[in-house]
T-cell receptor, first 116, second 115 residues
Framework: GAVVSQHPSWVICKSGTSVKIECRSL??????MFWYRQFPKQSLMLMAT?????????EQGVEKDKFLINHASLTLSTLTVTSAHPEDSSFYIC????????????FGSGTRLTVV | AQTVTQSQPEMSVQEAETVTLSCTYDTSESDYYLFWYKQPPSRQMILVIRQEAYKQQNATENRFSVNFQKAAKSFSLKISDSQLGDAAMYFCAPRTNSGNTPLVFGKGTRLSVIA
């Protein structure tokens, strides 16, 4: 149980285009999801908290207009990288919690974005 | 705000031996949880073990156990009988028990297992 599906697993796009990444909770409802970014050989850095039916909360230094987050349903959150540039190339991971607080969080399998 | 320190960027262990990964954290909360996650080369984040801060007994999951020292805010992970499949990045993460707060990760420790 507590499966989070993330798609696509990898994507290559041209500079200036937009890319959408989906994160779905398959067997539970997730009112809150989290989006992380991970550069090679580094830790996961929290980008934003996605709340169903309301605006996302972004961490300091994360551009809201570049990283659009939509959490339109209890099972789906999307991250859209707008006007992508090579420096946006990274590994993006979503996570959500199912059940009690001590259960930890379940993570998607991640999306490797390469902007050329 | 919570901060997490993993002071060992890299560690190595011989297969079948035991290794301990260190983690210290800082939090002003009294009610919280602590987690160790593993990230193998596939980059999938996998929960290894969790500890409730109000419990004095150290958590154990098969070959994995923790040494939780609440006063010292220390939460180390011990891997016994290390296996090749244990090779991965290991991240420590505390989490307050207040709503849907996110996990904040340390910088991680890269564990290599030598055959």
């Amino acid at each position: 149980g507590a499966v989070v599906s993330q798609h696509p697993s990898w994507v290559i796009c041209k500079s200036g285009t937009s890319v959408k990444i989906e994160c779905r909770s398959l067997d539970f409802q997730a009112t809150t999801m989290f989006w992380y970014r991970q550069f090679p050989k580094q830790s996961l850095m929290l980008m934003a908290t996605s709340n169903e039916g309301s605006k996302a909360t972004y961490e300091q230094g994360v551009e809201k207009d570049k990283f659009l987050i939509n959490h339109a349903s209890l099972t789906l959150s999307t991250l859209t990288v707008t006007s992508a540039h090579p420096e946006d190339s990274s590994f993006y991971i979503c996570s959500a919690r199912r059940g009690a607080a001590n259960y930890g969080y379940t993570f998607g399998s991640g999306t490797r974005l390469t902007v050329v | 705000a919570q901060t997490v320190t993993q002071s060992q960027p890299e560690m190595s262990v011989q297969e079948a031996e035991t290794v301990t990964l260190s983690c210290t954290y800082d939090t002003s909360e009294s009610d919280y949880y602590l987690f160790w996650y593993k990230q193998p080369p596939s980059r999938q984040m996998i929960l290894v073990i969790r500890q409730e801060a109000y419990k004095q007994q150290n958590a154990t999951e098969n070959r994995f156990s923790v040494n939780f020292q609440k006063a010292a805010k220390s939460f180390s992970l011990k891997i016994s009988d290390s296996q090749l499949g244990d090779a991965a990045m290991y991240f420590c993460a505390p989490r307050t028990n207040s709503g849907n707060t996110p996990l904040v990760f340390g910088k991680g420790t890269r564990l290599s297992v030598i055959a």
